[in-house]
Nanobody, 116 residues
Framework: QMQLVESGGGLVQAGGSLRLSCAAS????????MAWYRQAPGKQRELVAS???????NYIDSVKGRFAISRDNAKNTLYLQMNYLKPEDTAEYYC??????????WGQGTQVTVSS
């Protein structure tokens, strides 16, 4: 079973940047569509960005043009480059498979806090 460890979060001022990483165990990472999710306090977890095994990407409207998802299959690692951060991006960020049927146990997440 794939295990996921997120890192790279922190406190940043509005307009700043962060790069999140997600290290996946196992050799099934490369064949699965992966995604970044986030959960803000008092809100449901939401899908932020996804990337297929062959590199096709998709984003929610609120992060288009600011966030970029990528993957390194050789390193079993997923990335999220976040630029022009806004206070509304503040949340705990998680990675997991895009397909719910292939979902791995959720990791501990990485906290992103954007101050105004």
């Amino acid at each position: 079973q794939m295990q996921l460890v997120e890192s790279g979060g922190g406190l940043v001022q509005a307009g700043g940047s962060l790069r999140l990483s997600c290290a996946a165990s196992g050799n099934i990472f490369s064949i699965r569509a992966m995604a970044w999710y986030r959960q803000a306090p008092g809100k449901q977890r939401e899908l932020v960005a996804s990337i297929t095994d062959y590199g096709y990407t998709n984003y929610i409207d609120s992060v288009k043009g600011r966030f970029a998802i990528s993957r390194d299959n050789a390193k079993n690692t997923l990335y999220l480059q976040m630029n022009y951060l806004k206070p509304e991006d503040t949340a705990e960020y998680y990675c997991n498979t895009l397909n719910r049927a292939q979902r791995a146990p959720w990791g501990q997440g990485t906290q992103v806090t954007v101050s105004s």
